[in-house]
């Protein structure tokens, strides 16, 4: 079964010109064009209006894509620093609320730790 080629819907394909007629390439399907057989647009080489069409779509799609993309990412960002945020501000409240307490333990040990003989090392 031979496959289909999307392309074939879409290119009118030309009949390819000897090698030393052939000036540019279409592209979207990469044939090779002669200049009488060739549709330029915005410095692209077609073989075809409807290839021309389809390239430019697709360009808009793929330009939409990555603008969505872009704003995922500052979405994603976003959602960092608000957890980031919300962290500190536990750890905050955390501290007022037990600082006393976290302050004194920690200068008990402190304390300990200087009033304890220090032992020799064997």
Do not use: W
Request: charged residues 25%; contains cysteine.
């Amino acid at each position: 079964m031979i496959k289909e080629n999307k392309l074939d819907k879409v290119c009118t394909h030309p009949p390819v010109p000897p090698p030393e007629k052939q000036v540019a390439k279409c592209a979207l399907c990469m044939k090779p064009l002669g200049r009488d057989a060739m549709v330029t647009r915005e410095g692209k080489a077609f073989c075809c209006n409807s290839a021309a069409d389809m390239y430019e779509s697709g360009d808009q799609h793929y330009q939409e894509f990555l603008g969505r993309e872009k704003k995922g990412a500052f979405g994603r960002f976003m959602k960092k620093v608000a957890v980031l945020i919300i962290l500190v501000v536990l750890l905050g409240a955390i501290y007022v609320m037990f600082g006393d307490q976290i302050m004194a333990k920690v200068n008990e040990l402190r304390g300990a730790s200087a009033t304890e003989p220090a032992t020799p090392a064997e």
